[in-house]
């Protein structure tokens, strides 16, 4: 069976009515025959249908025993992180998700549980900082922003190991693309926000567990701290997944018809993006995952914030906005956006320079979006005396 037709019949048609389109139970309680008899939902935080249909659904497309679906990509990973305890450490991708290490930083350390940054993209370095302590390796394949590839499978022979979970955040991917609980991962997230969704028109988070034992303790934690997904949000989640396999394959082709002209702009210094062949992950990219994405980032020779406000500010497809994955493209700078609370000398040491801009390239024709770049950077030129 092809992803797609995969895809489209995991979705049900409702038992009750024969709807085509799963029902949004917009429903807070529900009536119980009896105390503690009832039809399988007592309370909507608990339990609610139509989010159970997406659980189940990013569930069977993961390969997982459970999924469960969250407010927001970071009630997600949080409810993942309060698996451990104080003492506990986790070893981190060092290109990490603002808002992750913010999380991790400013929260949880506070808690008792240490941080430790590696560049996951060598096994060996995971490998090399484990201690004791270790209970959690957290990585991102793609990172964000600057699109490192991570050997999933091997980081997962090395979690095994020591006896240490592996979670992967598979956002960037999608499983459509890349499945990292077939390559040995123990809890998959993802923003539901960006690919799943994929029309910027909702906030929401997802977790996958290998295990029904692992799958258990995070419903726990989803009930006791109650940052559920919304139904109508559900829907607009399960509604999004329905074309997935089709969008993400229309990114990843607008995006490698946009990094290849990114190569020949005399303005830029790097191009990040794994489906060019000069990627450092190149290989190991093409060997995990189906689609190469629709993230692309560069930046620029000079290493000029403003240089690079000025492109950004002067584009008319590629919006100037937070998050991606969604049909229409955004740009945005992350030094000033989704990684302002990274420390500069974080960030610098995981690549995120003040030029690296990061595009979320969408549906558009992708020579609309060349042409785009193009206006945006002769602007630039002119505007800003910065000449390469």
């Excluded at 459970?66 to 698996?83: E, H, M, P, R, T």
């Excluded at 090395?158 to 979970?165: D, F, P, Q």
């Excluded at 995981?350 to 060349?370: F, H, K, M, P």
């Amino acid at each position: 069976m092809s992803t797609q037709t995969q895809i489209i019949h995991s979705i049900p048609v409702d038992p009750l009515t024969g709807s085509i389109s799963v029902p949004i139970y917009q429903t807070s309680t529900y009536v119980q025959e009896a105390p503690g008899i009832h039809k399988g939902y007592d309370y909507a935080r608990s339990n609610n249908p139509t989010r159970k249909v997406l659980e189940d659904v990013i569930a069977q497309l993961e390969g997982g025993t459970n999924g469960y679906a969250f407010a927001s990509g970071l009630a997600a990973i949080d409810a993942v992180v309060k698996l451990l305890s104080a003492g506990d450490e986790i070893i981190a991708v060092d290109d990490i998700y603002g808002g992750a290490f913010r999380l991790f930083t400013h929260i949880y350390q506070k808690f008792g549980i240490s941080i430790k940054y590696v560049d996951a993209t060598d096994h060996r370095n995971v490998a090399e900082a484990i201690t004791p302590a270790t209970k959690l390796i957290w990585i991102e394949s793609p990172t964000n922003p600057t699109l490192k590839i991570a050997d999933i499978k091997k980081i997962a022979q090395v979690a095994k190991a020591h006896n240490v979970l592996l979670c992967v955040d598979n956002t960037f991917a999608s499983p459509v693309s890349q499945k990292p609980i077939t390559l040995g991962a123990d809890i998959v997230v993802h923003s539901g926000t960006k690919y799943l969704g994929g029309h910027s028109d909702l906030i929401s988070g997802l977790i996958v567990t290998a295990t029904q034992q692992l799958g258990d303790k995070i419903k726990f934690i989803q009930n006791a701290s109650g940052a559920i997904l919304s139904p109508f949000d559900s829907w607009l989640v399960i509604r999004g997944i329905e074309t997935l396999d089709l969008r993400v394959a229309r990114h990843s082709q607008n995006a490698q018809a946009v990094a290849e002209y990114l190569l020949t702009e005399d303005l830029i210094g790097n191009v990040y993006y794994p489906g060019l062949a000069s990627h450092p992950n190149y290989e190991v990219a093409k060997k995990q995952q189906k689609y190469t994405g629709g993230i692309i980032s560069f930046d620029l020779k000079v290493d000029d914030k403003e240089l690079a406000i000025k492109i950004v500010s002067n584009t008319k497809y590629f919006k100037l906005a937070e998050s991606l994955g969604g049909v229409k493209s955004l740009c945005c700078l992350p030094c000033e956006m989704t990684h302002k609370s990274i420390p500069q000398e974080k960030r610098y040491a995981a690549g995120v320079t003040d030029s690296l801009i990061r595009l979320s390239v969408g549906l558009e024709d992708a020579a609309d979006l060349i042409e785009d770049l193009k206006q945006a950077f002769a602007i630039a030129k002119k505007e800003v005396e910065v000449f390469v």
